[in-house]
């Protein structure tokens, strides 16, 4: 992958993917065999590489072809996500996932510390919102 003016490990493709807003978009590349792990096991994935800002919020999209890798089960009802490998699995409860996000402390702890700093900036005792 490139980051900050590296070379790119990805191969050239001649893919064209239409985007949910219907708009076209060229990949740079594909990169093939990745090591991917899932909790204890390591799959190996291919992915598209796509020309846009990086984004923490965003997930990396596995598609079907890695859930059939890793002998997903999806159970809809109980929101419960299977991995298989040999004799061995994990499970993973897909709606808990999703209500309560893996947010890192220290980001938590630097937005506290962002809030009390434009509180203090701008709101004034002075401020005629503040004194009615």
């Known amino acids: 992958m490139e980051r900050d003016g590296e070379e790119s490990d990805a191969r ?5 993917l ?12 594909k990169l ?16 598209i590489v796509m020309d846009f800002p990086a984004d923490d919020d965003t997930p990396i999209l596995l598609g079907r072809p890695f859930l059939a890798t890793g002998r997903t089960l999806i159970d809809v009802e ?7 490998v040999n004799t061995q699995e994990v499970t993973f409860n897909v709606l808990k996932a999703m209500k309560y996000p893996n947010y890192d402390v220290e980001d938590v702890a630097l937005i506290k510390s962002w809030d009390s700093l434009v509180q203090k900036q701008f709101i004034k005792d002075n401020d005629h919102l503040k004194n009615e």
């Open 78 to 84: 109980k929101g419960e996500l299977t991995m298989r």
């Open 12 to 16: 050239p493709t001649t893919i064209t």
């Open 32 to 47: 093939e065999d990745v090591l991917v792990r899932v909790d204890k096991f390591v799959f190996p994935a291919n992915f």
């Open 18 to 29: 239409q985007l949910a807003d219907r708009s076209i978009c060229y990949p740079q590349g």
